[in-house]
């Protein structure tokens, strides 16, 4: 078997023509194929419009039962939570961890969304200007509130009414977190500011986070932008900034989750992080803490949406129902250490965890998150414009 | 032995076969053509519009990555010839007995998934690993790290694809008439002598093969990139998949595949061509 | 000089140690270089190895923190692993059953026949070989795209791997018929075989081991293949694309050992054909000469 692999044609300078004739043949039957195909094919992306008609509402029905397939981050539920769900509502619930990167998210379910289906899935999760862009594409659906009566009850003030969702129509939060820096405070003590990951002192060893509106917002900041008024120019300059750290080697990578791996393991000494991560990795090592930055931070929140095609739209709001109560939410924060959207958890968190019942990460005073902001929107031309420029900078 | 009915026979043999490679392999090529001149983005849909511009806004806005595409993969490919070619020759002409072995193990490598090994890589070259460390020492780690640089990528594509570059230089070797060296010794000849005018002639085919396959895949991976590189040592590769997977922008993306797949189309004929025909009669030594 | 030096158990005269030393390194310094050459291939896979074992404490896979068996006592515990593995078995047999068919019957075509197109279709087999895959993946997925069907997902997965695993098929296959003794089946038709007696009873029974040569290699390049799926999987996950994914949240240790698993599975399937083909070998040296493989 091995001399059959080993005599493995390859180039070995057979530089055959076909002969003038048989190639001519071949070539007219494969356009024939290919042009016939073509007729009769399309259905796809080029005959699309995006077109979308009237966003539907979920009509929800009698108890919840059934299977549930919900898409989630990864890390951000504990163990019992679903078990409990389970438990408590004769709902079969898989749960998947497949969101690792907004876009990413998206790419992959647009082809399944552009006609109306989901994969099976009944909610997933998306970071808030993702969810606001693929409700204006009609990719979700407007919720029945009548059944979600515990996200009216419970909403934190702050996130309702919020600018992608001034009628708290479609998204419920899951969790809501801030983006600021992570610091080995061991390697590292000065960096304060995100000014402070450009110092040639710490070339290579800094990491940058490849969502775009958690990098260059700050980066904005740090060039004295008021996000409020941001334009389009102010985001291409912080671009420039970045991608000059990038090509001098000043920035070691753009990541995903995984900037805990080098933090850890000493590669880098400070990154862009979020702030769950960092009680998570302080659990590890208590040098690395989260530093909220001179300029502030950004804020965000992560969504739970129901989208077109939904097969089980009753039990996806018995689940977001269910971990609006203070009591179950308490569980899922107590695990993922971010902020929780539902007011009632403190009170809970400080009879059984109460070092995190007093961190300013989960339960943020005000003036903790005085500077910090959400990210300005971006749409259509100018969205692709910087989204471009700023992939280029990130993979090249 | 082709008698009438017996015509049919080959025709039918290769039928499904034919059918299944042109349509889902030359038909798709059409179809990635006619997406790179599309016009539209992912959320209005997209047209089919004659857009030539899309070629020359993707070379403009990606020539980087382009470029170093091919920088890293001729690196790669000539660092895994001088590392492979030794190698063959060892277990062609000094293996005896355990030339099986020796044979296993350079294809072992590709018993275990691709990604993991290249992941491994990640373990071997951290940081604060011993290899990194005597690298630093020697001074072959400017900056102290050698992941996240141009080294540690080229690293990773020439420890993948050397055993493509050593197979092909052992079949070649192992069919050379070990009589015909002899012969050269008795005309006096030295032994270095006896293996640049003999020996790597006879090779050249093998040569041929193993840099055409070790190259042509390399120039479009994007796995050791992602693995093993930073911002500034992405790939082609990288960028396409980037903007297929992530960005959607499918027209600049067919555009990049396109243009890359016909770059090494030139590359291959005109390689040949050189290389080919004279390797082939095996009369003059091919530079190397 | 060098040839003195080698011959040295007869030499009268005794060169100095170091010189003696050096002679026996250059006689062996291909075999050495080979060796160093060959431990470096095998040292990531040892890496890969080694760190199934490891118990790190955190979610990083990356330093040595101790040893455990832990990770191979629940190597299948992982649900996304194992229904990315299965999904990846599953479409690698199909993959191979298909591909090892149709590739075998070109194989017979091209060998067997002369007929009209027969440079084109060689050339058709050998260039999917030679494209990136990623061209290859970017075109498929382009052409799924526009034609809007079949959705993405396992049934494009699997078109896609019979795709590139035919051409691999007919080379393996086509090499092992080049070598055949037609004699064999000219005495089986002598005997009154009709041709398709013929084929199965004698011809196909001779060329099984170059088949199953190819449908292991097509196994092996399905269940390994990445870039091609990772273009056309749409939210399928095979083993491979969990890989990729995980990768960014930190590779669970029991994906090393399923790794392990999967390298020693092939290395002794790889031992056995070989053992097998010597045992072949050996028989058919024992019988009067004949042209074989």
């Known amino acids: 078997m091995l001399n059959a692999w080993v005599r493995t044609e390859g180039k070995d300078g057979r530089a055959r023509r076909a002969r003038g004739p048989q190639l001519m043949v071949v070539a007219v039957l494969a356009l024939a194929a290919s042009l016939a195909i073509a007729a009769c094919g399309g259905g796809g992306i080029e005959s699309s419009g995006g077109g979308k008609g009237k966003v539907e509402t979920v009509k929800v029905s009698g108890k919840p039962s059934g299977n549930l397939t919900i898409s989630n981050w990864p890390l951000y539920i504990d163990k019992n939570t679903v078990p409990d769900f389970e438990k408590a509502t004769g709902v079969s619930v898989k749960y998947i961890e497949d969101v690792n990167d907004n876009q990413e998210f998206f790419g992959k379910l647009q082809p399944l969304l552009a006609k109306g289906e989901s994969g099976g899935r009944s909610i997933f999760v998306v970071t808030d200007w993702m969810a606001q862009k693929m409700y204006d594409l009609g990719y979700l659906q407007n919720l029945d509130k009548a059944a979600i009566p515990n996200v009216e009850k419970n909403l934190v003030p702050n996130l309702r009414g919020r600018p992608i969702d001034p009628k708290d129509a479609y998204a419920v939060p899951w969790q809501s977190g801030m983006t600021g820096l992570i610091v080995r405070t061991d390697l590292a003590p000065d960096i304060k500011s995100i000014c402070d990951l450009f110092n040639p002192k710490y070339k290579g060893k800094v990491d940058m986070l490849t969502e775009m509106r958690d990098t260059v917002p700050l980066v904005m900041k740090c060039q004295g932008v008021d996000l409020a008024k941001a334009t389009e120019q102010d985001w291409l300059n912080a671009i420039d900034k970045i991608k000059a750290a990038a090509d001098s080697g000043q920035i070691r990578r753009f990541t995903g989750n995984d900037y805990a791996k080098d933090l850890s393991s000493g590669d880098v000494d400070a990154v862009i992080g979020w702030s769950g991560d960092a009680i998570q990795l302080q659990a590890d090592n208590p040098d690395i803490q989260f530093v909220m930055p001179k300029e502030g931070c950004m804020l965000w929140s992560d969504n739970m949406v129901i989208p077109v095609g939904a097969p089980n739209p009753t039990a996806a709001e018995a689940w977001m129902n269910y ?36 961190s300013d990460l989960i339960f943020p005073s005000k003036q903790f998150t005085a500077k910090c902001d959400a990210a300005p929107p971006l749409s259509g031309a100018e969205e692709t414009k910087v989204t471009a420029a700023f992939n280029a900078v990130v993979t090249g | 032995m082709a008698t009438g009915r017996r015509r049919l026979t080959p025709y039918l043999l290769l039928f499904p076969g034919v059918f299944w490679l042109v349509v889902f392999f030359v038909v798709p090529m059409y179809y990635m053509a006619r997406l790179s001149l599309d016009s539209g983005t992912i959320e209005k849909g997209f047209e089919f519009s004659w857009q030539w511009s899309n070629y020359h806004d993707a070379l403009t806005l990606y020539k980087d990555p382009f470029i170093r595409a091919f920088e890293y993969a001729g690196a790669a490919t000539i660092i895994a010839l001088l590392i492979g070619y030794p190698l063959a020759y060892a277990i062609a002409f000094k293996g005896g007995r355990w030339k099986n072995a020796m044979l296993v193990a350079v294809v072992a490598p590709f018993f275990t998934t691709y990604l993991i090994r290249t992941y491994a890589w990640q373990t071997i070259l951290a940081d604060q690993s011993p290899v990194t460390k005597a690298l630093n020492a020697i001074g072959l780690a400017p900056g102290g790290h050698v992941l996240a ?65 070790t190259f042509i895949p390399a120039s479009g991976d994007y796995v050791n990139a992602f693995f093993l590189g930073g911002p500034n040592n992405t790939m082609l590769g990288n960028t396409i998949q980037g903007l297929y997977l992530n960005t959607r922008d499918y027209p600049a993306a067919a555009a990049l595949s396109f243009v890359l797949m016909a770059v090494i189309m030139v590359i ?21 | 000089m060098e040839a003195r030096a080698a011959a040295a158990p007869t030499y009268v005269r005794r060169e100095s140690a170091p010189r003696r030393a050096w002679a026996w390194l250059k006689k062996r310094a291909l075999n050495i270089y080979a060796g160093f050459a060959i431990a470096y291939l095998l040292i990531p896979i040892a890496v890969i190895i080694a760190f199934s074992f490891n118990n790190p404490a955190g979610k ?74 990623i061209v290859m993946g970017a075109s498929l997925l382009s052409f799924f795209l526009i034609l809007g069907t079949p959705a993405l997902g396992t049934t494009t997965l699997m078109i896609a791997h019979i795709m590139f695993c035919i051409s691999f098929v007919v080379v393996v296959v086509r090499s092992r018929l080049i070598g055949f003794d037609r004699s064999l089946e000219e005495a089986a038709q002598d005997l009154g075989a009709s041709p398709i007696q013929t084929f199965w009873r004698v011809t196909f029974p001779l060329i099984l081991p170059g088949v199953i040569a190819g449908a292991l290699l097509a196994f092996a390049l399905s269940i390994d293949d990445f870039v091609v799926s990772n273009f056309n999987s749409g939210t399928t996950v095979t083993f491979p694309l969990y890989i990729f994914g995980a990768a960014q949240r930190g590779i669970p240790v029991e994906v090393n050992a399923v790794a392990t698993i999967l390298f020693s599975a092939t290395l002794i399937v790889m031992g056995l054909t070989v053992i097998q083909q010597r045992r072949a070998e050996r028989m058919s040296a024992m019988r009067p000469q004949q042209e074989g493989e």
């Open chain 3, 60 to 133: 990083y896979n990356f330093t040595w923190e101790g040893f455990t068996l832990k990770h191979w006592a629940d190597v299948f515990s992982l649900p996304d692993l194992n229904s990315a593995l299965v999904k990846s078995l599953e479409i690698a047999l199909v993959a191979t059953i298909v591909a090892t068919i149709i590739g075998t019957l070109m194989a017979l075509a091209l060998v067997r026949y002369q007929f009209f197109g027969r440079r084109t279709t060689n050339f058709l087999i050998v260039i999917p070989m030679a494209t990136p895959e």
């Open chain 2, 268 to 288: 291959v004929f005109v390689y040949i061509r050189f290389a080919g025909s004279e390797a082939l009669m095996g009369e003059e030594a091919t530079p190397v």
């Open chain 1, 323 to 358: 971990v609006y109560d203070p009591k179950n939410q308490a569980q899922i924060t107590d695990y993922n250490y971010y902020v929780s959207p539902v007011s009632g958890v403190k009170p809970i968190l400080q009879k059984t965890d109460p070092t995190a019942a007093k």
């Open chain 2, 149 to 213: 640089t141009a080294g540690a990528v080229i690293a990773g594509i020439t420890y993948n694809f050397l055993p493509f570059m050593v197979l092909p230089i052992y079949a070649s070797l192992e069919r050379v008439d070990p009589r015909l060296i002899e012969a050269a010794k008795d005309l006096y000849a030295s032994s270095r002598a006896a293996f640049v005018k003999v020996t790597l002639p006879l090779s050249a085919p093998g040569v041929v093969a193993g840099t055409l396959l």
